[in-house]
C-alpha cells in the first residue's frame, strides 16, 4: 500500500544536518513486496513526489519506492537545492541539502538490509542525486541521471566502482547541454562506474526510447 509521509519538524533540524530520519521529507512511500528493490525517485523543477512512482511501478511492479519532495521553492516551483540563475547553484546550499539527503536515504537504506536499492533523477533530481553520489556512493547500486546538469567538478569518488550508471540527455538540451553531459559521463567512467548511456535527438523532454532504456536498465538481473 502506498502512501504520503510528511516531514516532522523535530526529524529536520537545521539545514544541512545530516539527520537520519525517514521523515525529513514529505515524500510518496510504497513498501517494497519479497526481494524486490528499494527505488528512490527524484522529481524536476516543478514537480512532486508523484512525478515518477508511476513509472516505477509499471517496470518493477514489485518494487518498493521513496519520492521525496523538494524543499526548496523558486518562485512556487517545488526544488532540492536554490540556485541563482540557470545553471549556477548555490553551492553552499547544495552542500547543505546534500547531507540532508544523505541522511534520508541512509535511514531508509538501514530499514532495508541487503536490499538492492536504486535511484532515478530527472533535471534537478538527478543533481542532487548525482550530488549525494559524490559524497556517499555507498547508498546505491543503481542510479539512472536523466538530463543532469553538473556544472562543477566533482571530487575523485573511488566507491563508484561498486555503482552501476545509466545516464540520459537529449542532444539539443538547452538546458543540460551535451558537452556537460558527457564530460559527467567521462568523470563516472574514470571513477571505475559502470556506465551506459542514452541519447535522444530532441531536448529535455523524456523519450519513448529513453523510457525503454530506463526499463531495460532496471530490469536487469
Do not use: W
Amino acid at each position: 500500500m502506498s502512501q504520503l509521509s510528511g516531514a516532522r519538524v523535530a526529524d529536520v533540524g537545521s539545514c544541512g544536518d545530516p539527520i537520519m530520519s525517514t521523515d525529513s521529507y514529505i515524500h510518496f512511500y510504497q513498501a517494497p513486496q519479497g526481494d524486490a528493490p528499494l527505488v528512490f525517485t527524484f522529481h524536476g523543477t516543478g514537480g512532486d513526489e508523484h512525478q515518477f512512482p508511476g513509472l516505477v511501478s509499471r517496470i518493477l511492479p514489485q518494487a518498493g519506492i521513496v519520492s521525496p519532495r523538494g524543499d526548496v521553492s523558486e518562485h512556487g516551483a517545488a526544488r532540492f537545492f536554490k540556485r541563482t540563475g540557470e545553471g549556477v547553484y548555490d553551492m553552499a546550499d547544495l552542500a547543505a541539502r546534500t547531507a540532508k539527503m544523505t541522511g534520508f536515504i541512509r535511514a531508509h537504506k538501514e530499514k532495508n538490509p541487503d536490499r538492492p536499492i536504486y535511484g532515478l533523477g530527472y533535471s534537478n533530481g538527478a543533481n542532487i542525486m548525482a550530488s549525494v553520489l559524490f559524497e556517499a556512493p555507498d547508498l546505491f547500486d543503481r542510479v539512472i541521471l536523466m538530463h543532469p546538469l553538473i556544472p562543477f567538478d566533482p571530487p575523485t569518488q573511488p566507491g563508484l566502482s561498486d555503482v552501476a550508471v545509466l545516464v540520459t540527455a537529449g542532444q539539443r538540451d538547452p538546458i543540460c547541454p551535451l558537452p556537460l553531459t558527457e564530460r559527467l559521463t567521462a568523470y563516472f567512467q574514470a571513477q571505475g562506474a559502470q556506465v551506459e548511456t542514452f541519447l535522444h535527438q530532441g531536448g529535455h523532454e523524456v523519450s519513448q526510447g529513453e523510457v525503454d532504456a530506463i526499463a531495460a536498465f532496471l530490469q536487469k538481473a
